[in-house]
């Protein structure tokens, strides 16, 4: 696209400074991208398996209980308690409140430390109360 | 609609008009609002109320599955109050992230050719991926009638 040089451009994301509000906005873009590629692929890949007879469902969860599927999985889940988190204060948002600069930040704040609570008790519970 | 058509501007200024069809040569070009804005800002809320439901209803319901295993799973989505919520929520899920993703390849793929064809790709795979998901989830309901065994 052509652009005249003498115009001024808008500052980038590099000039403003960070505060909680900032990072959730785009964590919010981050986990739903997470969500919807590696989230959205394990659940067909587990469904499919499931559907598809025992030995399938057997590589699935072989995958699913390695370290390494542990560990995507706890990401996924803390995406999805973020994504959810921040969600719900768009939808507040959407009705016009929650823009005064101090409780707008109070509750990215409250996102970003719902979503880590969330994530600890999700899988404190399935370790102590599963013993999976 | 209501067209100027009488505009002389100096020379080398655009028309207003198309002179062959009294049309604005942005409405001709497609450049203006699609109109359709508000409504996928809508769906993208609807959906997202529907997948906050739907997977707050999985959780707990796998968290209260006693096994995980290949039986526990399919007998569990052999129940209708099983397979149609996970029929939903596949619906909503992909409904849902289709509309996110394309948000952002709207904001960050410039290149008109590039960002045609990546909404293209998008919208194929979100829907083929439904479809599978979906596929399974009936085939595992259905075995249990003995219709897909």
Same mark, same amino acid.
């Given at each position: 696209m052509?652009r005249?040089?003498?115009?001024p451009?808008s500052?980038?994301?590099g000039?403003?400074?960070w505060?909680?509000?900032m $990072? @959730?906005?785009?964590l ?5 991208a997470g969500? !919807?590629t590696v %989230?959205? *692929?394990? $659940? @067909?890949?587990?469904l499919v398996a499931a559907a598809s007879g025992?030995e !399938?469902y057997e %590589?699935? *969860? ?8 542990i ?5 996924l ?5 973020q994504?959810?988190l ?5 939808l507040?948002?959407?009705?016009g ?9 109070f509750?990215a704040?409250?996102t970003l430390?719902?979503?880590?609570l969330?994530?600890?008790a999700l ?8 013993g999976? | ?5 009488t ?5 080398g ?20 609002s699609?109109?359709e ?5 809508w769906h993208e809320r609807?959906?997202s ?7 707050v209803?999985l959780?707990v319901?796998l ?5 995980l ?7 569990w989505?052999?129940?209708p109050?099983a397979a149609?919520?996970m029929?939903l929520l596949?619906?909503?899920?992909f409904?849902h992230l289709?509309m996110?993703?394309q ?8 290149d008109?050719?590039n960002?045609?064809l990546?909404i293209l790709?998008?919208n ?7 479809a599978f998901?979906?596929f399974?989830?009936v085939?595992?309901?259905f075995?249990?009638a003995g219709i897909?065994?």
């Amino acid at each position: 696209m052509s652009r005249n040089p003498n115009r001024p451009l808008s500052p980038h994301l590099g000039v403003y400074k960070w505060g909680p509000h900032m $990072l @959730v906005s785009i964590l919010h873009r981050v986990t739903g991208a997470g969500l !919807a590629t590696v %989230g959205a *692929a394990a $659940l @067909v890949w587990w469904l499919v398996a499931a559907a598809s007879g025992e030995e !399938a469902y057997e %590589g699935f *969860a072989g995958w699913a209980t390695s370290w390494l599927g542990i560990a995507i999985a706890v990401g996924l889940s803390w995406a999805f308690f973020q994504h959810l988190l921040s969600g719900l204060r768009h939808l507040v948002m959407d009705i016009g409140a929650g823009f005064e600069i101090r409780g707008n930040k109070f509750w990215a704040t409250m996102t970003l430390a719902g979503s880590i609570l969330l994530t600890a008790a999700l899988w404190l519970y399935i370790v102590m109360v599963r013993g999976a | 609609m209501i067209v100027e058509t009488t505009r002389t501007g100096e020379p080398g200024a655009s028309p207003a008009t198309d002179p062959a069809t009294g049309t604005p040569p942005a409405r001709v070009r497609g450049t203006g609002s699609a109109r359709e804005g508000a409504e996928h800002w809508w769906h993208e809320r609807l959906s997202s109320v529907a997948v906050l439901m739907l997977f707050v209803w999985l959780i707990v319901s796998l968290l209260r599955l006693p096994v995980l295993d290949h039986r526990g799973v399919t007998e569990w989505l052999r129940d209708p109050l099983a397979a149609v919520p996970m029929l939903l929520l596949i619906l909503a899920t992909f409904w849902h992230l289709k509309m996110g993703l394309q948000v952002i390849v709207e904001d960050y793929v410039h290149d008109e050719g590039n960002r045609f064809l990546t909404i293209l790709l998008l919208n194929f795979a979100a829907v083929g991926a439904a479809a599978f998901a979906l596929f399974a989830v009936v085939k595992i309901a259905f075995a249990a009638a003995g219709i897909a065994r």
